[in-house]
Structure formats: C-alpha cells, structure tokens
C-alpha cells in the first residue's frame, strides 16, 4: 500500500524554527517534493530531495532518508505568513513516473 | 507568465447534473494532472493527460468521470450524474516534460475548483 504521514496541526512563535516531519511506505520511490499551500490557494512548490541528505534554500530546508522513509522540512525564522498548511508528497514510480502521492498535509499556526 | 488557470473557482451543481472543469496549463507545459481533495483528506491522484493522450488513468472513478486535454483548448475534467459525495476542490497541475527518473520536472498547481453538490 502507499501511505505518507505527517503531523495534522504544528504551532509556533515569529521568529522560532520549526521541523514538521513526513514518513512514508509507498510500493517506490522516485523523490519527494514539500508544497505549500494558503487556505484557498494553489499548492505552491517548495523544495524536492531524490538523494539522501539536506537541501538548503533560504529559510527553507528539507532533508530525505530514504533508507528510513523519512524527510523533515525545517522553516527558520519563522514569520506570520508562514501560516499555511505544508504538504509532503512522494512521486511514485508507476507506468508514467509521474503520479505525486500526497500526504493529509500539517496546518502551521504561527503566533507573534 | 501566467501560472496554471482553473475556472471556474466555485461550482454549484444539483444531484444528476453534469459539472464541467476547465484547466488551462502554465505557457509550454504539455502535460497535465488532475487531482482531487475531499475534506480533511490529501489530494488524490486522479488522471495525467498529455496533448491528445490519456497517459495514466489510475486514479480515476470508473463511471461518470472522464478527462480530456485537447489539442486546442485547456483540459477538461467532466463529472456525469453527480453525487454528494463528488464534492470536493478538484486541482489541476502542469509540467514542462514527462520526467525521466531522478528528473526534478516539478508540478505546478492551479487554485482549484471547488465543486459543492447540492
């Protein structure tokens, strides 16, 4: 079966840094993608790991495992517009190599 | 540049009726996926088109739903007969290629469709 999981809700304070979690058992692998997305928007890309290690960018950071089925995304600095929810999707090696399997998502509340 | 382009935003149907979903991909993208969120669930998969092409359509009920990408025109995602539990926010994503493995080839959302059946 394929399944991501990843907290439902996280909180945190402006300036703080933050680590939301994903797991995942999928039938493959073939890179996992971190989205983000505002309430009534479109998911917005954010940062996309096939080989094991961290990948920097800006405030943003994702790290993969994949010999534990494991990434983090870690959000430095953390400031009000954060708030959103941050999905961990895993593109599944399939027929067309394409499909994102997607988890429930973590909604981020950031307070001042 | 524009980014991927849904209409319409909301969409109202009654039980029976046929709701129609229009999906214009971001400039030279080719390919095409359709996915749907039900409440406090995460987008599923539905449909992955390319011009003229159904490429994978895996996760796409087997009745009253089908999908279609034109040559001219955007991809239109078509809900016959519709049911309560057809409604959802149905998005629509775009990519430049097809993605060899390993490839980055990074799908790129629209707003979404917000389907409520009455």
């Known amino acids: 079966g394929q399944n991501i999981d990843q907290p439902t809700e996280m909180t945190a304070t402006e300036g703080a840094i933050v680590q939301i979690n994903c797991t995942y058992q999928?039938?493959?692998?073939?890179?996992l993608f971190w989205y983000q997305q505002h309430a009534g928007e479109a998911p917005t890309f954010l940062s996309y790991?096939?080989?094991?290690g961290l990948e920097e960018k800006g405030r943003f950071s994702s790290f993969l495992s994949r010999s534990k089925g494991y990434s983090y995304l870690l959000l430095k600095e953390l400031q009000m517009k954060d708030s959103a929810s941050y999905l961990c999707?895993?593109?599944?090696?399939?027929?067309?190599?394409?499909?994102?399997?997607f988890g429930k998502g973590t909604t981020l509340s950031v307070s001042s | 540049n524009a980014g991927v382009m849904q209409n319409p935003r909301h969409l109202v149907r009654r039980r029976g009726q046929e709701a129609r979903l229009r999906c214009s991909p971001m400039?030279?993208?080719?390919?095409v996926y359709w996915y749907r969120q039900l409440p406090e669930e995460g987008l599923k998969f539905m449909v992955y088109?390319?011009?003229?092409?159904?490429?994978?359509e895996s996760g796409m009920p087997k009745e009253r739903f089908s999908a279609e990408f034109p040559k001219e025109g955007p991809s239109i995602l078509r809900i016959q007969q519709v049911v309560r539990g057809d409604s959802a926010a149905y998005f629509c994503?775009?990519?430049?290629?097809?993605?060899?493995?390993?490839?980055?080839?990074?799908?790129?959302f629209g707003a979404g469709t917000r389907l409520s059946v009455l």
């Open positions: 999928t039938s493959g692998f073939n890179g």
């Open positions: 400039k030279g993208h080719s390919h």
């Open positions: 999707a895993v593109r599944s090696p399939n027929q067309a190599g394409t499909a994102l399997i």
């Open positions: 790991n096939v080989l094991d």
């Open positions: 994503a775009s990519s430049p290629t097809r993605g060899s493995p390993g490839a980055k080839n990074i799908q790129y």
């Open positions: 088109l390319q011009k003229e092409n159904i490429i994978d």
